[in-house]
T-cell receptor
């Protein structure tokens, strides 16, 4: 099986812009979780989608949003970018039968 | 609330030496516990997991971990490290769709 795919791998944006990141989970997995990783805050849960519905949400402002499509692919969007949004954004594909998450390579976002 | 503590931010060991990375957790019920490894610029790779049963679990790359309920710990061990083990290691607790991670332990290997 192919692994988790995230695109793009690297992004550079300026403050005030918005950005969309994409994640394709492992075939057959219907749940996708997103995490933000920064040197100061570590790995923090953003949200989780299952069958096109957000089931769980972390403690992030409304500028962070996401969605999931019928083929389980997921996107996350960050609007009005701030310098502090610079981070590695990781997508995880959730295997329901084993309650295990498998991670993609991440998207490195730099906000200037 | 769920939480994970990795007391050691950075550990240096010599190649061939044994390794133990510490992890303590706080969780309201029987925890699902995981160890992941991250190489620079990469995503997280699952090393091993504990759900129930035998408290000593074996993982990939020669790693093992022991769940000790009385100590709320899930320490990762390897009998002999290789230079390729240099990376950051994360302990995590939670259910399948949401994990709470520790701050990570950076492992450096001396030749």
């Amino acid at each position: 099986k192919a692994g988790v795919t995230q695109t793009p791998r690297y992004l550079i944006k300026t403050r005030g812009q918005q950005v969309t990141l994409s994640c394709s989970p492992i075939s057959g997995h219907r749940s996708v979780s997103w995490y933000q990783q920064t040197p100061g805050q570590g790995l923090q849960f953003l949200f989780e989608y299952f069958s096109e519905t957000q089931r769980n949400k972390g403690n992030f402002p409304g500028r962070f949003s996401g969605r999931q499509f019928s083929n389980s692919r997921s996107e996350m969007n960050v609007s009005t970018l701030e310098l502090g949004d610079s981070a590695l954004y990781l997508c995880a594909s959730n295997e329901a039968s084993t309650d295990t998450q498998y991670f993609g390579p991440g998207t490195r976002l730099t906000v200037l | 609330a769920q939480s994970v503590t990795q007391p050691d931010i950075h550990i240096t060991v010599s190649e061939g030496a044994s390794l133990e990375l510490r992890c303590n957790y706080s969780y309201g019920a029987t925890p699902y516990l995981f160890w992941y490894v991250q190489s620079p610029g990469q995503g997280l790779q699952l090393l091993l997991k504990y759900f129930s049963g035998d408290t000593l679990v074996q993982g990939i790359k020669g790693f093992e971990a022991e769940f000790k309920r009385s100590q709320s710990s899930f320490n990762l061990r390897k009998p002999s490290v290789h230079w390729s083990d240099a990376a950051e290691y994360f302990c995590a607790v939670g259910a399948g769709e949401k994990l709470v991670f520790g701050q990570g332990t950076r492992l450096t290997i001396n030749p």
